[in-house]
């Protein structure tokens, strides 16, 4: 048996094993979690490989800057170690803890620590077996969305106050909140598209009757980049529009608010606006959006409109950096010499 560092070349066999060990997780939070290790330097995978050259188990390690029981800053860590059911009680996990062991020395850590569950008594053993003391039992307690009810209340009201008479025009554009001629859409709206670069999928958050989806698809359609629609927001009449908009894609639309939806995918692109969330919360929502919702190569737009007021002097988008983010573009609507909409981009590789 070999022992030695994951590379990418084994990102296939790792995958396998990891979807056996956690197979709850997505297979884009696989590919998430694997890019970030090999990409970081205080992540390391070790591997376990047979005569034949396959992979039969893994070890993925980290440096933690605290650890229970441990008394220094800088932890060797067992985040997750698994052998494959034929090759276990032959000592392979024992391998991989002590050259676990070795690589946490050489990066300056003199301690170790992991966790387990509480039931995985196989787990416990080899832990002991590898030397390693139970220093204390911990119940692990996690919250999300937060205040879920006092921002759906907020919703509510922002539907009633805001975005209640929508589906009263006749008009597409109208429907979506926007007033002037067609062309005036066309120049507002359009920056979103030439953000969109490459094909993949769109998830537009507060998509109203589903207006933007179809400009979108047709607008990125004619640079020869194919757009796959996705929508969501808190109105069911217009969730219902965008529904019988586009027929097609109807269970890609979902009734939701986009600060406590949970996407059953990832996506390439995200649009939104900051004005869909109370100001204190705008820092959570983006990081939420970012961290949950996009690829590892997937963008989010944040879109800012100010067609109702022509000559806006403030933009709320220019707070993103002191917010924290990295915008790495800025597209602009201008109709008759006006910016009246700024759409900032927000690579999740420039912001995770
Ligand atoms: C101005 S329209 C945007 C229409 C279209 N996406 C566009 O960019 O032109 C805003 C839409 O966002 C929806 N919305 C507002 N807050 C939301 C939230 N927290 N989650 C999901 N949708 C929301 C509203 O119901 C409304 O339909």
């Given at each position: ?24 997780c ?13 990409s ?9 490989v047979?005569?034949?050259?396959k ?51 050489k990066?300056?850590?003199f ?18 077996k ?9 119940i ?33 554009w ?6 002037g001629?067609?062309?005036?859409w ?6 979103i598209?030439d ?21 979108v ?27 019988d ?21 990832r ?34 737009l944040?879109a ?32 008759k010499q ?15």
């Open positions: 048996m070999i022992i030695r560092e994951a590379t990418n070349g084994d990102i296939e066999q790792w995958m396998n094993l990891r979807q056996q060990l956690w197979p709850d997505s297979l884009e939070d696989h590919n998430l979690e694997v890019a970030t290790i090999l970081s330097p205080k992540d390391k995978t070790l591997l376990a047979d005569a034949a050259g992979i039969v188990g893994f070890v993925e390690l980290s440096i933690r800057s605290y650890a229970e029981g441990c008394e220094s800053k800088s932890v060797g860590y067992v985040e997750g170690m698994f052998v494959t059911q034929k090759n276990r009680r032959k000592g392979i996990s024992q391998e991989l803890l002590q050259a676990a062991e070795h690589w946490a020395l990066q300056g850590c301690e170790m620590a992991s966790d387990s569950d509480i039931t995985n008594r196989i787990s416990h053993l080899s832990h002991q590898a030397g390693f003391e139970e220093v204390e039992r911990t692990h307690f996690k919250k999300g969305p937060l205040l879920e009810q006092q921002l759906d209340t907020w919703c509510s009201g922002q539907i009633e106050s805001i975005y209640k008479n929508y589906l009263e025009s006749s008009q597409s109208r429907q979506s909140g926007f007033s001629p067609e062309e005036r066309i120049a507002c709206r359009r920056p598209a953000c969109i670069t490459k094909s993949g999928s769109f998830l537009d958050i507060g998509c109203a009757n589903g207006y933007l989806l179809e400009s698809l047709g607008w990125t359609s004619e640079h020869g980049i194919k757009t796959e629609p996705y929508g969501i927001d808190i109105s069911e009449p217009l969730v219902a529009a965008t529904r908009r586009l027929p097609e894609y109807k269970e890609s639309i979902h009734l939701g608010n986009g600060f406590t939806w949970y996407p059953k995918m996506f390439d692109y995200v649009r939104t606006e900051l004005c869909y969330v109370p100001k204190d919360y705008q820092k959570a929502f983006l990081n939420r959006l970012v961290t949950l919702f996009l690829k590892i190569e997937g963008s989010l944040v800012e409109y100010h067609s109702k007021d022509d000559s806006p002097t403030r933009w709320e988008s220019e707070t993103l950096n002191r917010m924290g983010f990295r915008v790495s573009e800025t597209k602009s609507g201008i109709w006006k910016e009246l909409t700024r759409v900032s981009v927000l690579p999740r590789e420039l912001n995770a």
